[in-house]
């Protein structure tokens, strides 16, 4: 029998040079290059691995998936066992697996009763037992009873790599793929192979914890139980838990991650087999950040103001107040909708808002926005599909990437692993244009073009070396720096690169989808075509839809403190994450009727009139889109009894009692609504044309959100939050002797303080220092980047007490 395991589709590629061979007496033919063990993989035979890993660089470390390699006369066979994970095949080799061949059997049967000498029988309190490659193996493959009676070597145990992952010695195999993970994928060598034989083992470094992003996944690929979370360590057993597939919710990555919930309540997530996404592989926060509604602080039944005091209400109630103060308000309302929601519901929102309330003045930018970042939205981002956009793939084969306004490592990791691949296997060349080369930019072997915030656009101007095989990623921060999105967009389409934006958080690119913004409409239609609007209009059964342009969500903070906007529905916007946070609260404060739709307890709700209780994302249904623009599906993983509720749901109890009809009531119903309406197939508006702003101050402010930030999302994970990085300030050694600065400085803007240890930067932009926008410990400072701060030296004194 002969089996072909190449394509037999048309190939714009041309086709790989073949190699034919046998597998366990079956011919088959498979590109030049292939490891054996994937060869045989490709006619159904699974030859027994530990160290093995298709997105791993072969090691042959564990020697169990030993094959035998007659002489077939050809000169092509080998007198011992070969290990088929590191052997490629050659043609007209014969290759015999376990299956026929007796020696190869022995081979893989003495391998494993080598590791199982000294591996402890501790498989009923493991967890991994239930989903053990070693426990499947010995029973398939290995000797029923040892031979071994000797005392099995033990070690003092757990050992804490870092807050989050604990390592049992004794378990371990030796199989590499942990530091081969570490030093090939994320780019963190922390972890190491040390002592030789017998001794063995995994070490770490006593000074320096693991520092990564990405430590879950040695977790999760490690074939014993020598690894595990203090996340889910002896929470549950495999077979206990019932497993879904969904969409990350904490970036616009578009993660597939594996949830498993035991007794209605999450106990881990694993990263999803998604090859066209984040392939096997997850950053922390989206694997271990679920535990954020287990609080006290979670709203679970309506809750009304009575005399100034938040009350629990019934739904009928609480629907009811809410309705009279949007009456009395008109179409004077706006309505904000955060970067928590699902496409569905925010095109929920914004069809409520504009079918139902009348008015235009929706915005999903809960951070620092400007006129400018909308423009560019409506002509460069919105009404695009996968396949007009810039993706995963093309990150891959691009011949450079120009990272603007943009740290992948922190505010798109999945983005940050796909750069680090094709550094490493295609030669990618990356250039950022930033303060300084952070720990990310070194790990992509980035080349830095040194810019102050707000000089992004004339330092990309500079760069003689963008052509179509170039793509040019700009990160949300430009938003707050003037001229830079109207710099990128016009360099773009001068030389022909293609440009992404990638958004923070996993609902923007959905909102803008769906027309979360003042002057557009759902599928990228502008508010101000009249055809757009008729055409909205149409499909959602209304008469018209107004035509004014809306108010941004900073704009409506102000009018409703100037009194020209009397309510406000927000749903899932913390106040500290915009440019001004105290405007917002005070806009709040002012405000004459306020209806929080809200998860848990926040500064909005403490000021709302009116609070309805919503459903966490393991509670509903729904699609995230990525910064790719793909679709990914959001599983129900928990069910809930009727409160709390999805926000479409409760936007279609309001709709009814306010005299409309929202049209639907499941995610389901709102996902075919949207998708039947399509994109726009009109004029789209002109990018914007803005000029960069000059430089403000002497010393400026840059800085973004880290990965493991002071976010909802992370709370109440504790071993998680311990691993965020330690907060400091950076500036350059001129600025740290031009201003006096040494060990602990603080920096100060708009009344807002921060008080950090100051690290040194060698190649870091003289005139700037850098925070974080959101510590994980400590107060936020009230400033975008590019504006000037206040920078002063603190006096240490020896002994003193914090």
Not at 138 to 160: D, H, I, M, W, Y
Not at 390 to 397: A, H, K, M, W
Not at 452 to 458: F, K, L, Q
Request: aromatic letters at 6%; proline letters at 6%.
């Amino acid at each position: 029998m002969t089996v072909d395991a190449t394509t037999t589709s048309a190939e714009v590629a041309p086709k790989p040079e073949l190699v034919t061979l046998t597998i366990d007496g079956t011919e088959v033919s498979v590109p030049k290059g292939t490891l054996i063990i994937r060869a045989a993989e490709m006619v159904g035979t699974a030859i027994p691995r530990f160290c093995d890993h298709p997105l791993l660089d072969p090691v042959g470390a564990c020697r169990q998936c030993m094959v035998d390699i007659p002489d077939a006369g050809n000169g092509r066979g080998f007198p011992k066992p070969q290990a088929s994970c590191t052997m490629p095949v050659a043609e007209g080799m014969v290759v015999n697996t376990q299956l026929t061949s007796p020696v190869a059997e022995k081979a893989q049967r003495g391998m494993l009763e080598l590791l199982l000498i000294n591996h402890p029988l501790d498989c009923p309190i493991c967890d991994k037992g239930g989903e053990c490659p070693l426990q499947n193996q010995a029973l398939s493959n290995g000797p029923g009873e040892s031979r071994f009676t000797e005392l099995k070597r033990t070690f003092p145990k757990p050992v804490s790599i870092s807050a989050q992952i604990l390592l049992d010695r004794e378990r371990c195999v030796l199989c590499a793929r942990c530091t081969r993970f570490s030093e090939q994928i994320s780019g963190d060598p922390f972890i190491a192979l040390v002592e030789r034989g017998a001794l063995q083992q995994i070490g770490i470094y006593e000074q320096d914890p693991y520092d990564s992003y990405f430590s879950g996944n040695v977790v999760q690929i490690c074939p014993v139980g020598a690894l595990t979370s203090a996340a889910y360590r002896f929470q549950a057993r495999p077979f206990d838990l019932v497993s879904a597939t969904t969409t990350c919710e904490h970036c616009a990555a578009g993660c597939e991650l594996r949830t498993d919930q035991r007794h209605h309540q999450v106990k881990r997530r694993l990263a999803g087999d998604k090859p066209e996404v984040n392939e096997e592989w997850s950053c922390d926060k989206g694997r271990f950040g679920f535990m954020y509604g287990r609080g006290d602080d979670r709203v679970t039944r309506p809750l009304v103001r009575r005399d100034g005091v938040l009350e629990p209400a019934s739904w009928p109630e609480a629907i009811d107040i809410a309705v009279q103060g949007l009456r009395a308000a008109g179409t004077a309302v706006g309505v904000q909708t955060g970067g928590r929601l699902t496409v569905e519901a925010s095109y929920a929102y914004g069809k409520f808002a504009r079918a139902v309330l009348g008015t235009n003045s929706v915005d999903f930018r809960s951070r620092p926005a400007s006129a400018e970042e909308a423009e560019f939205l409506a002509a460069r981002v919105a009404g695009r599909e996968l396949g007009e956009t810039v993706t995963y793939e093309d990150l891959e084969s691009a011949k450079h990437v120009v990272l603007v306004s943009f740290e992948p490592e922190d505010e798109s990791p999945i983005v940050f692993l796909r750069l680090r691949k094709a550094v490493r296997k295609k030669n990618l060349k990356v250039t950022t244009i930033a303060p300084f080369s952070t720990r990310g930019s070194d790990k992509l072997d980035a080349t830095l073009v040194p810019a102050a915030p707000g000089a992004e656009a004339a330092a990309l101007e500079q760069l003689d070396e963008l052509d179509s095989g170039t793509v040019i990623l700009v990160g949300e921060r430009a938003a707050a720096l003037p001229g830079v999105l109207s710099a990128v967009a016009s360099r773009a389409d001068a030389t022909g690169a293609r440009l992404a934006w990638i958004p923070r958080r996993a609902g923007d690119i959905g909102a803008i989808e769906a027309g979360c913004l003042p002057g557009l409409l759902p599928g990228g239609r502008p508010v101000s075509d009249a055809a757009a609007r008729v055409d909205v209009a149409s499909h959602w059964g209304v008469g018209s839809l107004p035509a004014e342009a809306g108010l941004s969500a900073d704009e409506q903070f102000a009018a409703l403190a100037d009194g020209s906007l009397k309510a406000v529905v927000v749903a899932g916007v913390d106040p500290y994450d915009l440019a001004d946070p105290e405007a917002a609260l005070a806009g709040l404060e002012a405000a004459q009727f306020v209806v929080s739709i809200e998860q848990r307890i926040s500064a909005v709700t403490e000021r709302a009139d009116v609070v309805f209780p919503a459903d966490l994302l393991e509670e509903q249904s729904g699609h995230f889109l990525n910064w790719e623009h793909r679709a990914g599906r959001v599983k129900t993983i928990v069910k809930r009894p009727v409160s709390p509720m999805t926000d479409i749901r409760i936007l279609a109890a309001l709709s009814d009692a306010l005299g409309s009809d929202l049209g639907f009531r499941a995610p389901k119903a709102a996902y075919a609504d949207f998708t039947e309406l399509g994109a726009w197939d009109g004029a789209r508006p002109a990018a914007p044309t803005v000029e960069a702003a000059p430089a403000r101050g002497e010393l400026v402010v840059a800085g973004w959100r880290e990965l493991l930030d002071a976010s909802q999302g992370n709370d109440y994970e504790l071993a998680l939050r311990a691993t965020a990085r330690p907060t400091v300030a950076r500036v350059s050694a001129a600025t740290a002797e031009q201003f006096g600065l040494s060990e602990v400085v603080t920096v100060e803007a708009n009344g807002t303080a921060l008080v950090l240890p100051i690290e040194i930067v060698a190649d870091m932009v003289d005139g700037v220092v850098w925070v974080p926008m959101n510590p994980g410990s400590g107060e936020r400072l009230a400033a975008t980047p590019g504006t000037p701060v206040h920078v002063t030296a603190v006096t240490v004194v020896e002994g003193a007490s914090a």
